[in-house]
Structure formats: C-alpha cells, structure tokens
C-alpha cells in the first residue's frame, strides 16, 4: 500500500465556516506534510509533523490548524478562511528525517480541492 | 537557503521522440537528495525519478533518466520514447532537511510539458 488517502476531494466553504480537511496513509511513514498549491504554481510547505510533532509552520496564518492524532492521520482544521486561501491542498507523507540513506521519498494524496466563496 | 530553477516554463515533445527538462539547484550542503515529479491534469504529484546526490551513477528508471552534474548544480530529466500519457506539469524538487531535523522538499516553478500526437 503506498496510498495517502485525502478527504473530501472537493470542497466549498463559506467564510464563516468551519470544516476539516483529513489524510490518511499506512506506510509506517512519520513524517507528514500539508502543502498549498495554487493554479500553476509549484506546491508551497504549509506544515511539517515529523514523529507526531509539529515540527515546521511556515508563517501559516492561525485560520489553519493542523491536527496529527496518530503517526497515520493528518488533519487541517479551516475556519473564517478568505477567497484566496482557495487552492489545491496536498497532503504527504515519508518516511522520516532518520533514514537518511533509505528511501525517502514523499509520497503524495490526490489533494483536495479548496473552494471559498 | 536552497534554491531550485526551472527555466522554461512550458516544452512540447512529438509522440515517440526525446525531450530534456533542464533543473539547476543551489545549496552549500554535500549530501542531499535531488527528485522529479510530474502532476497530470488529474493533480496527484507522481515521483518520476530520484537521485542520491552520494551516488555519481546516473539514475534511470525506464524511459526517463537524469544527468545529474554536482559540480554544475545542474539535474536534468531526460525522456524517451514519449507518451501521451507524459503530458503533465513537471517539477524539480530538493529534499533540505532544517536544523530541527525535519525535511521538506523545496520545489521549482515546474514545467508544462504538452505530447503531440
């Protein structure tokens, strides 16, 4: 199994909403990524858990929260979010910073879909 | 800070013959690893390719082969035999990993690749 599983694959939010993003994957991975893509750009590093800690935030503003329950779920919480934070969001997984020699590339789901109107 | 450059922005390829999409990077670190993705319409980002940047053995995978130049900064894809099936953006991805000890891939602008038939 080498899927990262995403939900929803669409979704459309209103301003004052809250809704929650989820990926999921069963590689033994423990290190998980949120990225944000918009059209034709290259993805963008959200968030970075790495052995179920928040390890990287890259100035991400707080209407996006990240959530790792487990080593194999990844959430976004969204809430009050503005039109442009419409985009594709990607989660990933890898195996982790320690297999330095191994394996480690990223593993990605197929996004959802961010709609907010 | 590492740097990836994609230059061109958009190639197109006849159906059975060799395209090359040039990548250069900039780093001060000696090991790291240096990867290909592709992203067809339907938007999960596939790894096509990767290379240890220890290993001075060009990496081939099928069809699609890199010349990797350390000394140049430069990490080319090289397809052959083109598909229809290849149509997708294309992107050069380093893998840094912080001084926490996380990773994350750091990406270039990508390249649009169209297959005529």
């Known amino acids: 199994d080498t899927e990262v599983t995403q939900t929803p694959k669409h979704l459309v939010m209103g301003m004052t909403n809250k809704k929650s993003l989820k990926c999921e994957q069963h590689?033994?991975?423990?290190?998980m990524y949120w990225y944000k893509q918009k059209a034709k750009k290259p993805p963008e590093l959200m968030f970075v858990?790495?052995?179920?800690?928040?390890?990287i935030n890259e100035s991400v503003p707080s209407r996006f929260s990240p959530e790792c329950p487990n080593s194999s779920l990844l959430n976004l919480h969204l809430h009050a979010l503005q039109p442009e934070d419409s985009a594709l969001y990607l989660c990933?997984?890898?195996?982790?910073?320690?297999?330095?020699?191994?394996?480690?590339?990223?593993?990605f789901g197929q996004g959802t879909r961010l709609t907010v109107v | 800070a590492q740097t990836v450059t994609q230059s061109q922005p958009e190639m197109s390829v006849q159906e059975a013959e060799t395209v090359t999409l040039s990548c250069t990077y900039d780093?001060?670190?000696?090991?790291?690893?240096l990867f290909w993705y592709k992203q067809p319409p339907s938007r999960q980002m596939i790894l096509v390719i990767r290379?240890?940047?220890?290993?001075?053995q060009n990496a081939t995978e099928n069809r699609f082969s890199v010349n990797f130049q350390k000394a140049a900064k430069s990490f080319s894809l090289k397809i052959s035999d083109s598909q229809l099936g290849d149509a997708a953006m294309y992107f050069c991805?380093?893998?840094?990993?912080?001084?926490?000890?996380?990773?994350?891939?750091?990406f270039g602008k990508g390249m649009k690749l169209t297959v005529n038939p």
């Open positions: 590689m033994g991975h423990r290190a």
């Open positions: 858990y790495s052995y179920e800690k928040l390890s």
């Open positions: 780093t001060s670190e000696s090991d790291y690893y």
């Open positions: 990933a997984s890898s195996r982790g910073h320690r297999y330095i020699f191994e394996r480690t590339e990223a593993f």
């Open positions: 290379q240890e940047a220890y290993k001075q």
């Open positions: 991805a380093y893998r840094s990993i912080t001084q926490g000890g996380s990773e994350k891939l750091v």
